[in-house]
């Protein structure tokens, strides 16, 4: 009897050591790389300075901001975005700064 409850007992331990390895094969996440999280910031940086282009249109729309100021910031704003740009092209191994070459021979 004693025999019995052992070898029971030793079963289930041993079904539940082994039931992982019987089972399909899971694949991990890999953990985001640092290079993904600075894209990733840099995307939405971009994004808040074309939002902030878009206010200040609509400012200048409604009479709330004058020409001048409008100019100012649209010119600091545009030049943000494209440090911004120019930044997630280097992460993003895109090569050139959008000069164009002449192909004609």
């Keep these: 009897m004693e025999w019995a409850v052992f070898f029971i007992i030793a079963s289930i331990a041993m079904i539940y050591a082994l039931l992982p390895l019987m089972g399909g094969r899971q694949v991990w996440q890999e953990a985001p790389d640092a290079k993904d999280e600075q894209i990733k910031s840099l995307e939405m940086e971009k994004a808040s300075f074309l939002k902030a282009l878009k206010d200040i249109e609509f400012e200048l729309a409604s009479n709330k901001i004058n020409n001048d100021d409008y100019d100012k910031l649209r010119n600091h ?3 943000k975005v494209a440090e ?3 930044r997630l092209g280097e992460n ?7 000069s164009k ?3 004609d021979g």
Excluded at 92 to 97: L, S
């Design 92 to 98: 993003k191994g895109i090569k050139g700064g959008g």
């Design 101 to 103: 070459e002449n192909t």
């Design 77 to 79: 704003y545009r030049l």
């Design 84 to 86: 911004v740009m120019k």
